[in-house]
């Protein structure tokens, strides 16, 4: 098992030996078909195949287990192990991008009208009579008439667990990805000023856009779940401005839930 030497410098740029040892180690990830769970070489083998130091091999192998891709074990049999990179770490690296950038809540409602029709009307042939169960106790736990929660913030993650669920379904794992971000992102930056003062048309969009997505699902109509979907995403969006929604950009770095 061995990986290419180290790399030359690109003319005109000046870049950390580790950063080239880290481009190296990915390439050989590559070249070589390389799986979650298998190991790269050990330490000694590195220096010696890279030609480089001990210190440039941990500080890459350090920035390559930022990245989520390896983790790394001492002792007499440790090393580096890949990994795949967790979902929460690319939470944590969007949310944190999105923290300096000019981003509102008609941004994000907008994403989602263009990514959640296609997430229902591919997961409407897809969904299991176990995942319709529990989409629809989901559904009761959004209104207070039906189970809910007298707390509407406890009501609005039901209704983003009811589209947590869907992204599961996904087969399409880049869909799922952007679904669940935006529903990450939303719930850690958007508070409803008038949430708590009588805000009931809000839950009454939900039941309804739920259960005739329910009705859909069940009928495995993947144009009528993606139509509907669309009409559910325009009017949370209206709802969400006239209860003077606003961004709480600190949930972007802290990942804290506004009210945390």
């Known amino acids: 098992m061995s990986l290419p030497p180290k790399p030359p410098l690109p003319a005109g740029k000046r870049i950390k030996r580790s950063d080239q040892v880290v481009a190296g180690i990915k390439r050989w990830i590559v070249d070589t078909e390389q799986q979650a769970g298998d190991r790269l070489p050990q ?128 087969d399409s794992p880049m869909l799922a990805l952007f679904c669940r971000l935006l529903n990450d992102i939303i719930r850690r930056v958007i508070i409803v000023r008038h949430a708590q003062d009588g805000f009931d048309r809000f839950d009454e969009d939900v039941l309804h856009s739920h259960t005739g997505l329910m009705d859909a699902f069940r009928a495995r109509d993947a144009a009528r779940a993606r139509e509907l979907m669309r009409e559910h995403m325009a009017c949370a969006e209206a709802l969400a401005l006239e209860a003077e929604a606003r961004m709480d950009r600190a949930g972007l770095l802290t990942g804290a839930e506004p009210g945390d």
């Open 43 to 170: 330490e000694a083998a590195l220096i010696e195949q890279l030609g480089v130091s001990r210190g440039t091999v941990r500080e890459a192998l350090a920035a390559l287990q930022v990245q989520g891709l390896v983790s790394v074990s001492t002792g007499p049999n440790g090393g580096a192990t890949l990994t795949p990179p967790s979902y929460e770490r690319c939470l944590d690296a969007v949310s944190s991008y999105l923290y300096f950038q000019p981003v509102d809540i008609r941004t994000l409602y907008a994403l989602r009208r263009a990514v959640e029709p296609e997430l229902a009307a591919n997961v409407a042939t897809r969904l299991s009579e176990a995942d319709l169960v529990e989409l629809e106790a989901l559904i009761g736990l959004s209104h207070p008439a039906h189970g809910g929660s007298a707390d509407w913030n406890a009501r609005r993650e039901a209704d983003l667990l009811f589209h947590d669920r869907l992204a599961d379904a996904c």
